[in-house]
């Protein structure tokens, strides 16, 4: 009876060493969110990733990804990530108003390519 139990033991083992996919990724993102907390932004990142790395759709990692970037100045990273944020999860106004926020400081940054772009536009009509 000893070697029919065994396999079942050693897949029981395997399973609860696997671990819930989804309660791992919720908590990535809690130790990152401390982590960010404590002014461990880089390390913060590293398990934003690693929530994102069990599911690309994790709304709540792809923005505090995005406000990790945003404290390390990755303006552009940021912006790519509060808008996957706001896209998965439309509730999420904070999102929204970051991405906006960045959006209107890449235009006030740069403002001359956007007049340009408007007068080859007016050009083709």
């Not at 505090?64 to 303006?75: E, T, V």
């Not at 960045?102 to 001359?112: D, E, I, S």
Request: net charge positive.
């Amino acid at each position: 009876m000893k070697p029919r139990c065994f396999p079942c033991c050693a897949l029981l083992l395997i399973l609860a060493a696997c671990g819930d996919p989804e309660r791992t990724k919720r908590k990535e993102v809690e130790t990152g969110i401390a982590l960010a907390k404590e002014g461990k932004t880089e390390e913060a990142e590293i398990r934003f990733r690693k929530a994102l790395a069990l599911d690309a759709g994790f709304a709540d990692a792809h923005y505090q990804l995005g406000l990790s970037a945003l404290r390390m100045g990755k303006a552009v990273e940021a912006y790519q990530e509060l808008s996957r944020a706001s896209e998965l999860d439309p509730a999420n106004r904070d999102a929204k108003v970051k991405t906006a926020d960045l959006a209107l400081a890449f235009f006030q940054a740069n403002p001359a390519s956007d007049s340009s772009s408007r007068r080859k536009v007016s050009r083709d009509n």
